[in-house]
């Protein structure tokens, strides 16, 4: 926690960190975050993760992974704003050098995620019982006032206990009614895009039994417009940011380079401004979440295996 004394030296410089408020204009198009997000009111369950894992299976499986569910309930809270932070600069001119800062509206937030259920296949007895932690993840949303590069003016930066650190770019939008939400490629891409393929014995498995009769791998954002269905939505502000933009990228420990190396992340964020079935008002949120994780030579020898790992949600502001 800041002192008094730090509070006070930092609003003299125009700095100030407080409690995050819808009603904060320096926070642009994060400020309707700002707030505590749950899986709450008939969202119960919305939560879903999938992602393939190197595995040995037993005999007579045909691939050396596993593909891992999860069902989940989510925490997702923003809480602090630091606002005026300045990054300083100069631009050079015909009369000479000037000030060129830029500044910052920092959004801190910090998400948990627990386990309602879980299945993989191969079935290796691994994935873990219901109300299992499953994610924890601290971070901050970043709005970028002026001096915005390439009309990036957003960012997210992430950290991750596994050992991953993530900084990704963006920019935001805003569109009347509901969000158009597009399907994602959800299989391993460098191997045959077949689900009767036998390496992919897995997606098919989840595809013909879909998870807990819902969730299907080769469609994993389908249920996020499933849950837009009959909703009165009167606003979406979309966040989508990307490591593969200008500067961002995603940094891990060795371990992780070496088994499963996070290469890229992409998120989308969808923030609904509804009427309830009252005509009361109450905000939603949606986001989908796509990391390339990289592991396994390809069979055409072009590099590694690169393989999705998506998580969706549906939340109500609390």
């Known amino acids: 926690m800041l002192s008094s004394q730090q509070l006070t030296a930092m609003k ?6 407080s409690v995050a408020s819808i009603a904060d204009d320096e926070l642009g198009p994060l400020k309707l975050l700002a707030g505590k997000w749950r899986n709450v009111n008939g969202l119960e369950g919305h939560g879903w993760n999938m992602i393939a894992l190197p595995f ?7 691939t050396d992974f596993r593909l891992l569910l999860n069902q989940y309930n989510e925490e ?7 606002k005026g932070v300045p990054n300083r600069g100069l631009t050079k001119t015909a009369n000479g ?15 948990s995620i627990t386990q309602i259920a879980a299945e993989d296949f191969p079935v290796s007895g691994l994935a873990g019982k219901p109300g299992t932690p499953i994610h924890f993840e601290p971070g901050l949303w970043l709005h970028m006032a002026n001096q915005v590069s390439n009309g990036h003016d957003i960012a997210r930066l992430s ?3 596994h050992g991953d650190s993530v900084l990704a770019l963006g920019q935001h939008t805003e569109v009347p009614g509901a969000p158009v939400i597009r399907e994602i490629n959800s299989l391993p891409i460098g191997v045959p895009q077949s689900l009767t393929d036998p390496y992919l014995a897995p ?4 595809h013909t039994h879909p998870f807990r009769g819902l969730f299907d791998p080769t469609l994993p954002n389908a249920l996020l417009n499933q849950a837009n269905q009959g909703v009165n939505i009167k606003k979406t502000t979309i966040l989508s ?9 995603i940094h891990n420990i060795p371990f992780v380079v070496k088994q499963a190396n996070a290469a890229t992340m992409k998120s989308t964020f969808w923030i609904q401004e509804i009427l309830d079935s009252n005509n009361k008002p109450k905000m939603r949120l949606q986001y989908s979440q796509l ?3 990289e592991f396994f030579p390809r069979p055409d020898g072009k590099g590694l295996i690169q393989w999705p790992h998506i998580s969706i949600n549906t939340m109500e502001k609390i």
Do not use: C, M
């Open 241 to 249: 940011v990307d490591t593969t933009i200008e500067t961002g990228g």
């Open 56 to 62: 040995v299976a037993p005999a007579p499986a045909k």
């Open 203 to 206: 997606y098919n498995h989840f």
């Open 12 to 17: 003299v410089q125009g700095r100030t960190i």
């Open 159 to 161: 950290s991750i206990p």
């Open 291 to 293: 990391v390339i994780l």
């Open 97 to 111: 050098l000037v000030n060129s800062d830029q500044f910052l509206a920092a959004l801190r937030y910090q998400q």
């Open 76 to 82: 997702l809270d923003f809480t602090l704003v630091d």
